[in-house]
């Protein structure tokens, strides 16, 4: 059974950071590459990250750029995103997801977490 569960979301003031973390088990973490993906309220999900299987290659949202970074620990099977300079329009759920190809399209993504809320006061 694959389970991706996200963790370290919550409140945080703009200008501020937050590091979300996402666990991942039941599948061989190493051959998959990993997305996160937000959804704010009343909008559709939208792209912020994506790091290759071995983590060499990685690309990021125009509007994230800067930011936020992604990695990820092979040998722990989590991936994390690093969000410094958080802005009140970074406020949405954020999600990691799983696929055997790099790809940006969340329609390709195989499997999904449950989602993190992350929310910027201003």
């Known amino acids: 059974q694959v389970q991706l569960v996200e963790s370290g979301g919550g409140l945080v003031q703009a200008g501020g950071s937050l590091r979300v973390s996402c666990a991942v088990s039941g599948l061989t973490f190493s051959r998959n590459t990993m997305g996160w993906f937000r959804q704010a309220p009343g909008k559709e999900r939208e792209f912020v990250a994506v790091?290759?299987?071995?983590?060499?290659?990685?690309d990021a949202a125009d509007s994230v750029k800067g930011r936020f970074t992604i990695s990820r620990d092979n040998a722990k099977n989590t991936v994390y995103l690093q969000m410094n300079s958080l802005k009140p329009e970074d406020t949405a759920v954020y999600y990691c997801?799983?696929?055997?190809?790099?790809?940006?399209?969340?329609?390709?993504?195989?499997?999904w977490g449950q989602g993190t809320q992350v929310t910027v006061s201003s």
């Open positions: 997801a799983a696929n055997r190809g790099y790809t940006l399209w969340a329609e390709d993504y195989d499997y």
């Open positions: 790091i290759s299987r071995s983590g060499t290659s990685t």
